[in-house]
């Protein structure tokens, strides 16, 4: 929904879903078949970075994108050492990035 109001990327580190229900592969399929979707599949966030405003993006196949928002969808645990490694400071307590 959000990609029919506003430029929207979608980044998985696999080349497709694999666990992905039959509606949601149709609905998937369709904003990509119609460009309302900009997929980045196959390939992983190799770290981010502040770029003004947005954040940067440099993903592991040596493109960069910027981004004013960034939503992750991250599956069973959190990626510690991935938020780390893009030195986004965390909350002892909860893991939570700190805005």
């Known amino acids: 929904a959000l990609c029919k109001t506003t430029p929207t990327t979608l980044n998985y580190r696999k080349k497709e879903f694999s666990r992905i229900n039959e509606d949601n592969a149709k609905n998937l399929q369709e904003v990509l078949n119609n ?4 997929s980045k599949l196959g390939v992983d966030i190799e770290s981010l970075e502040e770029d003004g405003t947005q954040i940067k993006v440099n993903f592991t196949d040596n493109t ?3 981004f004013d928002r960034l939503l992750y969808a991250i599956g069973g645990s959190t990626p510690l050492e991935f938020f780390k490694r ?6 002892p307590s909860t893991n939570i990035p700190v805005v």
């Open 86 to 91: 893009c030195s986004l400071e965390l909350d």
């Open 64 to 66: 960069s994108e910027s």
């Open 35 to 38: 460009n309302t979707l900009k």
